[in-house]
C-alpha cells in the first residue's frame, strides 16, 4: 500500500528544523511521499507575518531536490484551513487504497481534542507525533484516552491500513524556531541567531529581496 503523509504548517518562514525533520521522518518511515501543506488561514494562531503565496514560494525554494513535495490545496480554499478538510479532500482523491497519515508537534497534539472536527481524523489518517525531548503528553482527559486506545508501536502499519493509528516518532532535535528567526531578521535579536544556519541559502536570499519579516539591508 503507497504511504503518503502530510505535515501542515504555516511555515512563517520555513526553516531547517522543519526541512530535517521531515527527511528524517520520510526516511525512517519509509514513506513514499511526504509533502509539506502550508497552512491558508490559520484557525489556532495569529496571522502569518507573510502572505501565503510568499510562504508557498519559500517552501518551494526550501524542499528543491530534497525528495519532499509541497502540496497548495488550502491555498485554493477562501475559508479556514481545517485539516480535516485537507485530509478529506486527498481522501477523496486517492480513495482507500492509500495509507494516509497527518504529521504534528507534541504540543499541537496535547490540545488535539480542541481541533476542528479532531474525533473524524482517525477515520480519515493516521497520525504520526514528532516528539521532542521532555516533551510531556497529557495523561488524562480526551486527547490520553485517543493515544490508549489507537497507539501502535509498528511502523508497518502506516503500510498497511489507510488510517486509524497514532504513532509517535523522537526525532533529532533542531533548536531554532520561525520566532527566532523572525526577531532576527527585525534585527531585534540579530547576534542570537545566524541566519544563513538556519535556513536554505534560497530562503534567506527571497526574505532579504522582498524585504520579509522586517528585514533591511
Known sequence: MKSIALFGGTFDPIHQGHVQSAIELKQRLALDELRLVPCHL???????????????????LAIANTGLQV??????????SYSIDTLESLRS????????????????FAAFDRWHRWQDFLTVA????????????????????????H??????????????????????????SATEIRAALSRQQAASVKLENTMAEAVLHYIQTHQLYGYQP
Open 93 to 108: 482523491e486517492l480513495g482507500d487504497k492509500v495509507s494516509l497519515s497527518w504529521v504534528m508537534g507534541t504540543d499541537a
Open 151 to 176: 497507539r501502535t508501536d509498528s511502523a508497518e502499519v502506516l503500510h498497511q491500513q489507510p488510517a486509524g493509528t497514532i504513532r509517535f516518532e523522537s526525532l533529532t532535535p533542531y533548536p531554532v
Open 42 to 60: 490559520p484557525p489556532h494562531r495569529a496571522t502569518p507575518g507573510c502572505s501565503s503565496r510568499q510562504r508557498l514560494a519559500m517552501v518551494e
Open 71 to 80: 502540496d497548495d490545496r488550502e491555498l485554493h480554499r477562501d475559508s479556514l
Open 126 to 149: 493516521h497520525l504520526i507525533v514528532m516528539k521532542r525531548p521532555n516533551e510531556v503528553l497529557p495523561e488524562t482527559g480526551p486527547v490520553a484516552e485517543l493515544i490508549a486506545q
